[in-house]
């Protein structure tokens, strides 16, 4: 199975910085199947990034994705205050198993 | 409108079972695989299992922890997926989330979850 590794676990920050995050998986990932997640409590969890670089629909151009192979990145431009959550990112490219990060929360400095 | 709406959820006893539902709309149902994930408090998203579509043969899928014990189905007639859990253990409360499977996109839309507790 694929392990992904996220980092740091947490990152305090104030609403204007940038952020990012990281994500390292113990293999390659097939075709970039590499998703990126954000979830609020009590919420479900919302598709950011998929194929490791596409946005998905209705998602701001401050959240971009980048990374292929075993290395992956979710970089928040300007952080604002609905961005403040714990973010996943979730390989799918090795079948059958998919596997989470253990995530990273992103809160108010 | 897509919606995806779990159901089911409650108190039940370690070694016993319970059946979730997730019913879907506002996309083809027939055509997507459907994945469960779950959340356990203060722990992270995990992976329970995922069924393909009647094109893919229904094939099913499972996380190690969960294999043997936990059987997912569709009835597309009804727009709906199970979740069949049985010889439940108390590491397996959380919140479980029904989620849609997007062409080449991970998982794209996804309930509100329903809580299990498993408890004596």
Known sequence: ?109 | EVQVVESGGGLVQPGGSLKLSCAASGFTFSGSAMHWVRQASGKGLEWVGRIRSKANGYATAYAASVKGRFTISRDDSKNTAYLQMNSLKTEDTAVYYCSRQGLGRGVDYWGQGTLVTVSS
């Open chain 1, 1 to 109: 199975d694929i392990v992904l590794t996220q980092s740091p676990g947490t990152l305090s920050l104030s609403p204007g910085e940038g952020a990012t995050l990281s994500c390292r998986a113990s293999q390659s990932i097939s075709s970039n199947y590499l998703a990126w997640y954000q979830h609020k409590p009590g919420q479900a969890p919302k598709l950011l990034i998929y194929a490791a670089s596409t946005r998905a629909t209705g998602i701001p151009d401050r959240f971009s994705g980048s990374g292929s192979g075993t290395d992956f990145t979710l970089t928040i431009s300007r952080l604002e205050p609905e961005d403040f959550a714990v973010y996943y990112c979730q390989q799918y490219g090795s079948s059958p198993e998919w596997t989470f990060g253990q995530g990273t929360k992103v809160e108010i400095k």
